[in-house]
């Protein structure tokens, strides 16, 4: 069972493994627990981890991919990102096997349940892994590719840690004191280290980082969608972009999330908005935007259906307050567009808030 990114470890004479970082199984060594901080959501429960092989040297790795055979090897051409996370070899650190495996089905992923469903939901169509080590000092680089920039954005808003760097890396990139996470084109990077306060691993995060990206030569703007979330009063860094109900529930938990049918839309975006007048509020908002009008005219009817025990008097073809336990939420629809905002504990909260929606 995992609790805040560890588990129960089964040991070698050299290794024991455990879901150390967003499900991703990785190597320490045995006899200690490497225990990784994180502030990231995602990897606080994962309810269970899938073990890989881990070599011992970089050599055989790099042979296998480069001759497209062995177990680091997938079907069709190597992808050029995960040849180049291959072929790295930092003097003075031992380097682990690359580990490759796709995500669209449910077995023969290097990935925890959870993570494996969320980058499911995301279109992800492979992902590879790889650990360099030298004495306790872990360093862990793992690549996501996906089908299209803007699932790769959104997995990227919803598993990165830290916040927006000063140093821009790829087309978006934040950073804590243990990690960097980056998003560039159909891609999402994530390098981070075990050790706490650590120069050295910091520096090797970093370096292997920036030869990741440097790997690809294709850039991409920020999704369009993103474009719909108002600028006042929002708070920088909370912005979320999602493509299904998994997504859906850890970016933007609102009720009835599942009514929205998100999977069928073009996507759905989300934020916090913090209001210091005239009353001290926090609240979240939810953007979904469907294929046409009709789409959006029927996901506002299910999810007033939903709620309706909870509706006030304040309802109307095109917007809805609610009042779910202390809190008041509004739904509004516009075109092809449906916006939800909750958390308020005012009445008027949200209308200040709809008014500066680009619906």
Not at 31 to 52: F, I
Not at 159 to 169: C, D, H, I, P, Q
Not at 180 to 202: F, G, P, R
Request: aromatic content about 8%; some cysteine; hydrophobic content about 40%.
């Amino acid at each position: 069972m995992l609790v805040s990114g560890l588990a129960a470890c089964s040991c070698s004479s050299t290794f024991c493994y455990v879901a150390a970082h967003d499900g991703v199984v990785a190597p320490v060594p045995a006899g200690r627990q490497q225990a990784r901080k994180t502030s990231n959501p995602q990897t606080a429960a994962l309810s269970g981890s899938l073990s890989v092989n881990v070599g011992e040297k970089a050599s055989a790795a790099s042979s296998d991919l480069e001759a497209g055979t062995g177990p680091a090897s997938v079907a069709g051409p190597p992808d050029p990102l995960f040849w180049a996370l291959g072929a790295l070899a930092p003097e003075g650190w031992q380097v682990g096997e690359l580990q490759v495996s796709a995500v669209g089905s449910l077995t023969g992923t290097i990935l925890a349940p959870p993570i494996a469903e969320l980058l499911r939901e995301f279109r992800c169509t492979g992902n590879a892994s790889r650990f360099f080590q030298r004495g306790q000092r872990l360093v862990i680089a793992r690549a996501y590719k996906f089908e299209d920039p803007q699932a790769a954005f959104g997995a990227y808003s919803l598993m990165r840690e830290g916040s927006s760097s000063g140093v821009k890396r790829g087309d978006f990139s934040s950073e804590d004191d243990q990690s960097v996470s980056i998003w560039q084109d159909l891609y999402y990077i994530n390098v981070y280290t075990t050790a706490e306060d650590d120069d050295e691993a910091k520096a090797l995060v970093l370096s292997v980082a920036d030869k990741l990206v440097a790997g690809i030569n294709q850039h991409s703007d920020m999704p369009v969608l993103l474009t719909r979330l108002p600028q006042l009063d929002r708070i920088v860094g909370s912005e979320r972009l999602v493509m299904g109900p998994v997504g859906a529930r850890r970016a933007a938990p609102v009720p009835y999330i599942g009514s929205l049918a998100i999977e069928t839309a073009r996507g759905a975006v989300s934020a916090d908005y913090q209001f210091r007048e005239p009353v001290r509020e926090r609240l979240k908002l939810l953007i979904v935007t469907y294929a046409d009008d009709q789409s959006a005219r029927a996901a506002y009817g299910r999810y007033g259906d939903a709620l309706a025990d909870m509706r006030t008097k304040e309802i109307s073809a095109a917007s809805t307050l609610f009042k779910v336990s202390d809190a008041f939420l509004l739904c509004q629809l516009k075109g092809n567009q449906l916006a939800i905002i909750n958390g308020a504990r005012k009445r008027l909260s949200p209308y200040i808030l709809s008014r500066q929606l680009n619906l």
